[in-house]
């Protein structure tokens, strides 16, 4: 009964909140922004309480994200799935910090499938902080069952801090035909890493500026164009050679 009430209470938050968008003479600002602080607070204890074992908050945060879901189909303002966020932002600083708990919270939302795509995200940022257990959904989506397009956006932050299997998982997307519809994701991922230098991230960025998408072209050209001025004489024959001949 206590779970229902605090979940009901939650929805009547975000829909006043969301009416009082639409009609600026509902509120007075400062009210409004009280019952944003106070809505912001409730979500990020439900993450706190996630994070400390307590797994009926993730039951909670599922039933608001369901309930976001619904209000975009609608007003298409998609800032009604950033309110869930800073759930999840605990959950993986926590498990960042080591905490097993956290991390198997973040599992089990990664099988959610309301709040999947938070979870993934987590994890990505956990993993980037160097917890290898974290990164493993990230690197065999299949076997874990969550969509390769989420666990490739989800890898970049580990990219980032060079860790040498987030970045052979992106440079091994962006040399796969079938994996076309990800490669911006693979040379986003992998700019970072090209401008330390490192060789698979350069030559994978090298491939990807042959596509013809002109946006993972650009993309790749930018990350190239950072390593040849950090001195990587591999990333600048790559651009005097976009031929690849």
Known sequence: MRLRNEVRQLRE?????????????????????????????????????????????????AELSDVAHAQFKTNHDASVFAELRPAFDVLGAE??????TALQALWKGMRMDSVQGFAIQALGADA???????????????????LRSSAVGALKPAADSGNVRAIQALAAVAVDPDAKPLWFLAAEGLR???SSGNVAAIDALAALMRSDNDNVRREAIAGLETAAF?????????????GGR
């Open 192 to 194: 970072k890493a090209a």
């Open 128 to 146: 980037g902080h160097g917890n290898e257990k974290a990164l493993e959904p990230l690197l065999e989506p299949e076997r874990y069952l969550i």
């Open 95 to 100: 498990a960042g910090k080591g905490s097993d």
């Open 13 to 61: 938050q975000v829909t006043a909140l969301k009416t009082a968008r639409t009609d600026s003479g509902a509120q007075e600002p400062a009210a409004a922004l009280d019952q944003a602080q106070s809505r912001a607070d409730a979500i990020r204890q439900l993450g706190v309480a996630a994070s400390t074992g307590d797994l009926t908050a993730l039951d909670k945060l």
């Open 230 to 242: 950090n001195q990587s004489a591999r990333a600048r024959e790559a651009l005097q050679n976009p």
